[in-house]
T-cell receptor, first 114, second 112 residues
């Protein structure tokens, strides 16, 4: 079945630095790649997503890139701020097991130090 | 303006005592999902409803059941909770599959 691997599991950066989280997926039929941010004790919230017909998407300090050939996608956060500290999940979405569904990566705990 | 509502937010149940968690939505989305999230782990999909069609994940224990009486409501029934079922249970909705999912605030289940 579909598998999404995410690295690193933890990431610590200084405020103002950039942070990069990388994911790979196994199902070539995957066509939707959202990223969720989850703060401690709160619900996951979508921060950005990309579809397979696009290679890159940017929203202010956040950008995602997708390499369909290599089955890689990445999240880039520039000028990090303490409020960016959270767990980030990459997700692969597509047709699997007979229906469309999302497969979560294991998560990256990002800590931004002032 | 809450879009996905879960009740209760915190639930304590005894080992083996059936419990029901509730989810409702005002988005009129046709797909509703139930996830289990344990500490420091990713949400794990238990099952979902695509309209009235129920889709169970292969590794979801039989102890977990779900009902969707109408578009707005979905319930998670745990027939005989064990200590290992203590977790956060997240409900989510989407308009169609492989689309943005909107999560509820979750119900934290404690099993004593």
């Amino acid at each position: 079945g579909e598998n999404v691997e995410q690295h690193p599991s933890t990431l610590s950066v200084q405020e103002g630095d950039s942070a990069v989280i990388k994911c790979t997926y196994s199902d070539s039929a995957s066509n939707y790649f959202p990223w969720y941010k989850q703060e401690l004790g709160k619900r996951p919230q979508l921060i950005i997503d990309i579809r397979s017909n696009v290679g890159e998407k940017k929203d202010q300090r956040i950008a995602v890139t997708l390499n369909k050939t290599a089955k890689h996608f990445s999240l880039h956060i520039t000028e990090t701020q303490p409020e960016d500290s959270a767990v980030y999940f990459c997700v692969g979405g597509g047709f699997s097991g007979g229906y469309n569904k999302l497969i979560f990566g294991a998560g990256t705990r990002l800590a931004v130090h002032p | 303006d809450a879009m996905v509502i879960q009740n209760p937010r915190y639930q304590v149940t005894q080992f083996g005592k059936p419990v029901t968690l509730s989810c409702s939505q005002t988005l009129n989305h046709n797909v509703m999902y139930w996830y289990q999230q344990k500490s420091s782990q990713a949400p794990k999909l238990l099952f979902h409803y695509y309209d009235k069609d129920f889709n169970n994940e292969a590794d979801t224990p039989d102890n977990f059941q779900s009902r969707r009486p109408n578009t707005s409501f979905c319930f998670l029934d745990i027939r005989s909770p064990g200590l290992g079922d203590a977790a956060m249970y997240l409900c989510a909705t989407s308009r169609g599959g492989a689309k943005e999912q909107y999560f509820g605030p979750g119900t934290r289940l404690t099993v004593t």
